[in-house]
Structures are given as C-alpha cells and as structure tokens.
T-cell receptor, first 108, second 115 residues
Framework: GQSLEQPSEVTAVEGAIVQINCTYQ??????LSWYQQHDGGAPTFLSY????GLEETGRFSSFLSRSDSYGYLLLQELQMKDSASYFC?????????FGTGTRLLVSP | DTGVSQNPRHKITKRGQNVTFRCDPI?????LYWYRQTLGQGPEFLTY????????KSRLLSDRFSAERPKGSFSTLEIQRTEQGDSAMYLC?????????????FGPGTRLTVL
C-alpha cells in the first residue's frame, strides 16, 4: 500500500520561514508533489520533485530524498495569505496519492 | 482559475436519489481524474481517463458510482442511490501527459450533501 505522513498543523508568524515535512511509503514512485488548498478552494499545484535535491520557485522550495523516502516544503517570508492546508502527494504512474495535509496558520 | 470547471458547485440531495456531476477539463488535456475529499483529509483517487478510456478505478468506487468521458472531453460522475456517507467534495483534475510532465490541475469541486 501507500501511506504519507505529515504534521497536522504548523503555526508561524508573518515574515518567518516554515518547513513542512513529509515521509512516505509507496511502490511505483515517480516523484513528490506539493499542493496548497485554501478553505473551500481547490488544490493548487506548488512544486514537484522527481529527483533528489532542492527545487526553488519564488518563496517556496521543495526538497526530496528518495533514499530516505522524505521530502519537505519550505515557505519563506511568510504572508497571511499563506494560511492554508498543504498536501504532499506521491506521484505514481497514473495518479496522485495525497497525505492528510498540514494546516498552516500564519499570524501577524 | 486553473481552467478546469465543474458543475454544479453545490448539490444537496436526499438519501436514495441519483446525482450527476460534470467536469470540463483544460481543452488540450488528455487525462482526466476524479477525486473525493472529506473534511480534514486529502483528496482520494476515484478513477481516471486517458482520452475516452477509463483506465483505472479505485476500490472506493462502489457499483453505485459510474463515470464517463464519452468523447474524450468533458466527463460526468454519477452516483446512484446516494447515501449519507457519499457527502464529500468531488474534485476533478486534468493533465497533459507529455514526456515526464503530468502535473494535475484541479477544478473547484462539487460539494455534495446527502440528507
């Protein structure tokens, strides 16, 4: 089977840096994706790692270590609008398998 | 707005009724996916289409659920004899499988409430 673990909630203040970790157990692994979802909204794609290392996209960076079955999403210069749920998702050949999500609360 | 649209956005129905949802993917995308999401959980895969062919169905998809993508464009998801446990957000996503890129773009979802 497939399972992903991520913290249920993380809190931080504006301007800070936060890291959301994700560990996974899966077969048929092609890569790790990260999605953001605001309350009542659709998941929106943030980043994808197929290979080990760090991918940077603006204020967001994502890291993958395939040998450790581990990845993280790093959010810098936090803004209030970053308050949302963040999901890691294992990308298999046909589909995404999502974790249960991390709720990020950014306070002033 | 990702370009994936879903209708209706909200549906309230009584237990035992049939409901049908529609998804219009990004026009050039050849893959279309259906997911279900309940409160506090991540989306769960239900089924996907490559063009008009339904290639995989999750065991979550009971016999009461059926999905179609007749012309390889829009898709419908029908739930027959709805149960209260079917209450959830139903998400559609589409992607263009090209090389190694298979990024999925999600629609806004249809929120189903079964009374």
């Amino acid at each position: 089977g497939q399972s992903l673990e991520q913290p249920s909630e993380v809190t931080a203040v504006e301007g800070a840096i936060v890291q959301i970790n994700c560990t996974y157990q899966t077969s048929g692994f092609y890569g790790l994706s990260w999605y953001q979802q605001h309350d009542g909204g659709a998941p929106t794609f943030l980043s994808y790692n197929a290979l080990d290392g760090l991918e940077e996209t603006g204020r967001f960076s994502s890291f993958l270590s395939r040998s450790d079955s581990y990845g993280y999403l790093l959010l810098q210069e936090l803004q209030m609008k970053d308050s949302a749920s963040y999901f890691c998702a294992v990308r298999g050949f046909q589909k995404l398998v999502f974790g249960t999500g991390t709720r990020l609360l950014v306070s002033p | 707005d990702t370009g994936v649209s879903q209708n209706p956005r909200h549906k309230i129905t009584k237990r035992g009724q049939n409901v049908t949802f529609r998804c219009d993917p990004i026009s050039e995308h050849n893959r279309l996916y259906w997911y279900r999401q309940t409160l506090g959980q991540g989306p769960e895969f239900l089924t996907y289409f490559q063009n008009e062919a339904q290639l995989e169905k999750s065991r979550l998809l009971s016999d009461r659920f059926s999905a179609e993508r007749p012309k390889g464009s829009f898709s419908t998801l029908e739930i027959q004899r709805t149960e209260q446990g079917d209450s959830a957000m139903y998400l559609c996503a589409s992607s263009l499988v090209q090389g190694g890129n298979n990024e999925q773009f999600f629609g806004p979802g249809t929120r189903l409430t079964v009374l």
